[in-house]
């Protein structure tokens, strides 16, 4: 089968970011092609070019496509949210109401509050309905014109409950709306029952859970969340070292408040991705830009905290250092699945250009996930994933904040 996307106003392909390898994006690497049709055949784009060579290029074959008519709209790769919780139930809306009056996030969790508070919502609700709420929030998620999501476990924090919401996700693949990249956080927090006994889950973890989740292909990633008060630079170590054995990629939560060597570590065992930074040090940007690491900032985090400073994402732009925008999209911390929300607080409040803001949640976000052969970019050979906005020009997805302007969403060449 083959579709022929025509009346495209802008084409944003980034195929210049994609020859770059995603560092220091500048104007000229979004490749824009004005005017522009692109073809489908099965699942991957077969032709890129300007509206007016469709007739040369395929003088009889033509009659016998399928006709997409992009009505003038600015079409980009389809968005990729790198880092999500999005398997969890249960509200904090209180929790917010409490930092609304001057509580912080780490006071609330001392009290039992955090991500506690959802792991005990997300065990005692069944598979089924922590499906439900995932289909949901996919659907919300393709609205915004995401055709790939990072999904994390993390609120089970124990061996069934873990496994239950690997299993949510396993469920949410079946349905192929979208490309769900599942990650195993197990290493989230630790459960009230091992608060006095912190290496015996670290244990589990290593000698149980990773284990049985790599031999049955439950998550591509295994995460860690090193900070303080959470899991120290030992006993990170110790867990990614025991993934990557198992054959699992790995990725870290690290430097939010504190920084403990996490971003050093990660760098050392070639992780993909090293999320949050608003501590990071020198030595950790560094490290960072003599890798082929990429940072994923969360702007929103900070944001729904009300934490300053944000991610130094300048710094590590202008060291070289490939820059990813996720949603972080939770109950506690990051309650939104708009990543051109987030888009727009990163160019605003963390100084990023439009170009780089843009890399950040296509091709760079691609690579943080190993996927920028496959996606990120649109070329020949690629997955046929895009995302068609209603705007005047690619300028404007940022500057009006807030509304969505996104119309249609194609995902691995079929209109989702």
Known sequence: MSLL?????????????????????????????????????????????????????????RESMDILDAKRMVVLPGLIDPHTHLVFAGSRHEEFALRCEGKTYLEIAKEGGGIL???????????????????????KAKSFGITTLEVKSGYGLSYEDEMKSLNVISEL????????????????????????KKEDYVALLCQKMIPVIAKQKLAQFCDVFIDEGFYTLSQTKTILETA?????????????????????????????????????????INAL??????????????????????????????????????????????????LLLVATIAATQMKMTLPEVLSAITYNAAKSLGLEKEIGSLEVGKKADLAFFDVPSYEYLLYHYGDNFCKKVIYSGKQA
């Open 117 to 139: 508070s959802t792991v005990r919502e997300t065990q005692k609700a069944s598979l089924k309905t922590l499906v439900q709420l995932g289909k949901e929030r996919i659907q």
């Open 244 to 284: 990557l054995k198992h054959g699992l990629n790995i990725r870290i939560h690290a430097d939010e408040f504190k920084a403990l060597g996490g971003t050093e570590l990660a760098v050392s065992l070639k992780a993909k991705s090293v999320d949050h930074l608003i501590a990071i040090t020198q030595e950790g």
């Open 173 to 196: 693949q079946k349905e192929n709306s979208l490309r769900l990249i599942p990650t195993f956080l197990g290493a989230h927090d630790f459960p009230p029952e091992f608060k006095n």
């Open 5 to 61: 996307i025509t009346n495209i106003k802008q084409l944003i392909t980034f195929s210049g970011i994609a020859k770059k390898g995603g560092a220091r994006p500048q104007k000229e690497d979004l490749s824009i092609l004005e005017d522009a049709a692109l073809l489908i055949e099965r699942d991957k784009i077969s032709w890129i070019g300007k509206e007016s060579q469709v007739g040369l290029s395929f003088p009889r074959k």
């Open 289 to 338: 830009s003599n890798s082929q690491t990429v940072a994923t900032l969360l702007p929103g985090t900070s944001f729904y905290l009300g934490k300053t400073p944000f991610a130094p994402a300048r710094k590590l732009i202008d060291a070289g250092v490939t820059v990813a925008l996720g949603t972080d999209f939770n109950p506690g911390s990051s309650m939104t699945q708009h």
